[in-house]
């Protein structure tokens, strides 16, 4: 369903340049996201956009964080903030918001660039402060919306602190998975790690993965390492089912125009190639707290109408995981191992989204500009 929802979106695309055809392809999509939502929802929430009842969502955020979402509508750009106590809306400025948005992400990945903080302000600017005074919280769900789904809210930045330094962040795709998402499990967890998987080219070879997987697993008594050779996507798809965690670090590739091929690359074996698509996750079973992509872009998806995102997230969390951590661009080597280093030592003792936050800061210390430390996110229960 998945696959024929995402081949008829995208004819509707190019019909919608067509006067003929137009309102029965959109029929189609229709009928599909209809279906969808009545043979499974879980699925629907994760892949259509359908807002919850207010007091739905209400008791679903804990006492202890402040919901915030958004939505793009033109230029019109509004956040609710959802507590368990009340619901406000916020009028905000959407004006040329992708523009924006696409100006600071050029300016956050390039470490030479000198204008990231002047565009870091002007979105906190118009996106948190306005909100500031509401917050009471030192917790935040955020849900994005439309080109949203691409900032790094971590990094925007008033006159005194970045966003991460005053709060902890987690996001939903969608305020509808809410509902879907199951609690961290007690007790020890182990981890199947995954680490610089053999690509055919010693091009491709991470100098710093190996050592990271090493590190993670050494977090987790009872761990599986498997690298280069054994780093295939046959061992994972046997084995990932079977680990409360499942750790990933290689590399990554994200198609825009067929978001359901993005995936992680892994050592073919067996015959088989050694890409797992988002595709192939939704249909995988995971019983995962959670799943860690320290690779490329892997927190970026293809945003359709209605402000669909199929993406690698997604897949993970419909398979089965509780949080997701995803990054939004090609991320540096040796300053994500540090990071994901320190993540794992601290989610032994917090949760995953406030280990988050630590492991940020630590590494911002040491590596001061965003592009280092600010492409990872925690999606989904993140406690």
């Not at 996201?33 to 994760?46: F, Q, V």
């Not at 993406?311 to 398979?319: E, I, N, P």
Request: charged share 20%; net charge neutral; with cysteine.
């Amino acid at each position: 369903m998945i696959t024929a929802l995402n081949q008829a979106e995208m004819d509707a695309l190019v019909l919608d340049k067509k006067p003929e055809g137009i309102t029965t392809q959109r029929s189609v999509v229709a009928e599909i996201r209809d279906r969808i939502k009545r043979e499974a929802p879980e699925l629907a929430s994760l892949v259509t956009v359908s807002a919850p009842k207010a007091s739905d969502l209400q008791a679903l955020v804990p006492l202890d964080e402040t919901l915030i979402a958004y939505h793009l509508a033109g230029e019109d750009l509004y956040a609710f903030l959802v507590t368990r106590r009340a619901i406000e809306a916020v009028k905000l400025d959407g004006k040329d918001l992708a523009a924006a948005v696409g100006r600071f992400r050029a300016a956050v990945q390039n470490p030479n660039s000198t204008d990231s903080m002047t565009h870091a302000r002007a979105l906190y600017n118009r996106l948190v402060a306005p909100l500031r005074s509401r917050i009471s919280t030192e917790r935040l769900v955020i849900v994005p919306h439309g080109v949203l789904h691409y900032l790094p809210f971590a990094a925007l930045h008033s006159d005194n602190s970045y966003l991460i330094d005053d709060f902890s962040l987690r996001f939903l795709p969608s305020a509808s998975v809410a509902q879907f998402l199951k609690a961290r499990r007690g007790g020890q967890e182990t981890a199947l790690v995954l680490g610089n998987p053999d690509l055919g080219d010693p091009k491709f070879a991470l100098e710093h993965a190996e050592a990271e997987a090493q590190a993670v697993a050494a977090t987790r008594p009872g761990s599986t390492v498997l690298v280069r050779k054994e780093a295939s996507a046959t061992n994972f798809r046997q084995q990932a089912g079977n680990y409360r965690v499942v750790h990933f670090a290689g590399h990554a590739k994200f198609d825009a125009t067929a978001p359901l091929e993005s995936g992680l690359y892994m050592a073919a074996a067996h015959s088989q190639a050694g890409l797992v698509t988002v595709g192939d996750l939704y249909g995988m079973r995971l019983d995962a707290d959670l799943v860690t992509l320290s690779a490329c872009s892997t927190g970026i998806g293809k945003a359709a109408n209605g402000d669909e995102i199929i993406g690698l997230t997604r897949g993970f969390l419909y398979a089965g995981a509780r949080s997701v951590v995803t990054s939004l661009w090609d991320v540096d080597d040796e300053a994500t191992s540090n990071l994901m280093g320190r993540f794992y030592d601290l989610n032994r003792r917090m949760d995953y989204a406030e280990a988050l936050r630590e492991a940020q800061r630590a590494v911002k210390n040491r590596y001061p500009h965003p592009v280092y430390w600010a492409a990872f996110q925690v999606t989904g229960n993140g406690r």
